[in-house]
């Protein structure tokens, strides 16, 4: 019976659904997460009766056919960009992006990695590394002797050194942007690598056109929607266990059959 493989299809897809919802909630405080949203296409037809095919001699056509779907399967899970709210820390070095961007950031390979997670820090030498230690391009060092670190709206980074009233500039911090941020690829660690689906990474200063703003001070929160996420569960749930019904009740009509004296 089609109808055990369609009901079978189909509890594979909410199962994909509920890994996707779980994921979002088990991220809910996961610095600059973005919560994915699972999309599903129909599986192909299959025709019992052809639309449009001749159904005489005299060619009268056939105007709506007789097709039977053969199921279900997932197309893709998108990641949904939208701004995740700004949570004050007051640590010097936390950095959030409002707007458009990623930072980039030079992975222990060589590759360049791009993130929305700006909770920095200082590696031995000075130089502004992420949690992991990795360096934050383009490899700022903050003097030993820096008595106060300043990052403005547009990147430019300064600090102030002891016995000097006027801060010193020690580099600018740029970010990234992607014709498509979807076509980015997961690499877990808050981290992103660049593929052909999202195109070439462009560079530029903060605050410029195109680009967002750096605020210092600040990290930015998960985009996740814990209310949204819980109705999405229960939908996930309810459809599964439809899907579920449909196979109970296919085995109890083959079950019929097989008792057929």
């Known amino acids: 019976m089609r109808s055990l493989d369609i009901a079978g299809t189909g509890m594979q897809a909410q199962q994909t659904n509920v890994d996707v919802i779980s994921n979002n909630i088990a991220n809910m405080t996961t610095t600059g997460f973005k919560r994915r949203r699972a999309e599903f296409q129909d599986l192909i037809y299959q025709n019992l009766r052809r639309v449009g095919s001749n159904s005489s001699d005299t060619g009268s056509i056939v105007p709506s056919g007789a097709q039977v779907g053969l199921g279900v399967k997932t197309a893709a899970i998108y990641r949904i960009n939208a701004q995740g709210n700004l949570q004050q820390t007051s640590n010097t070095l936390d ?19 791009f993130t929305r997670d700006g909770t920095f820090g200082l590696a031995p030498d000075g130089t502004i590394v992420t949690a992991d230690g990795y360096t934050v391009q383009p490899g700022l060092q903050i003097p030993a002797a820096a008595t106060g670190v300043t990052v403005n709206t547009s990147g430019q980074v ?104």
């Open 95 to 113: 950095m959030a992006i409002q707007g458009n961007g990623y930072f980039q950031v030079t992975m222990p390979s060589g590759e360049t990695a």
């Open 158 to 261: 300064q600090v102030t050194l002891s016995g000097q009233t006027a801060p010193a500039t020690v580099g600018q911090l740029q970010l990234a942007v992607f014709p498509n941020e979807a076509g980015l690829e997961a690499q877990g660690d808050n981290l992103y690598l660049q593929t052909s689906a999202s195109g070439a990474p462009v560079a530029g200063n903060p605050a410029t056109a195109g680009f967002g703003t750096v605020m210092q001070g600040f990290i930015e929160t998960s985009n996740v929607n814990v209310v949204s996420e819980i109705t999405n569960l229960i939908t996930a749930q309810r459809a599964y266990e439809m899907n579920s019904k449909v196979i109970t009740s296919s085995d109890e009509m083959m079950s019929t059959l097989t008792n057929l004296r």
